[in-house]
Nanobody, 126 residues
């Protein structure tokens, strides 16, 4: 499975961006897809994830109310709509996928994911 993230760019604070991640290979109808981010000099941070079986979603505290994850499992595609962007959102954003089911509390852990994409840079200027 290969994951390709796209949609990053340079925007101003308050703007919106929509990231997309396309996965090649088999679909995992009972698995997860998620987004993480890593700012320069910081550890990778959970952003959002969606569980295909019931469309449950989970968000990191810093993005709740501003970001929305959505997707189409049949197309192996997940999106991240990012609104009201802040300079603190500046990071490389990575998409990830998991083949098998996971409990909601595990969705935010990097260890839950089997496959990772290359990342797309998001830069938010003040």
């Amino acid at each position: 499975v290969q994951l390709q993230a796209s949609g990053g760019g340079l925007v101003q604070a308050g703007d919106s961006l929509r990231l997309s991640c396309a996965a090649s290979g088999p679909t995992f109808s009972s698995g997860l897809m998620g987004w993480f981010r890593q700012a320069l000099g910081k550890e990778r941070e959970f952003v959002a994830a969606i569980r295909w079986s019931d469309r449950s979603s989970r968000y990191g505290d810093s993005v709740k109310g501003r970001f929305t994850i959505s997707g189409d499992n049949a197309k192996n595609m997940v999106h991240l709509q990012m609104n009201s962007l802040k300079p603190d959102d500046t990071a490389v954003y990575y998409c990830a996928s998991r083949r098998t089911p996971a409990i909601v509390s595990f969705m935010s852990s990097e260890r839950a994911y089997d496959y990772w994409g290359q990342g797309t840079q998001v830069t938010v200027s003040s």
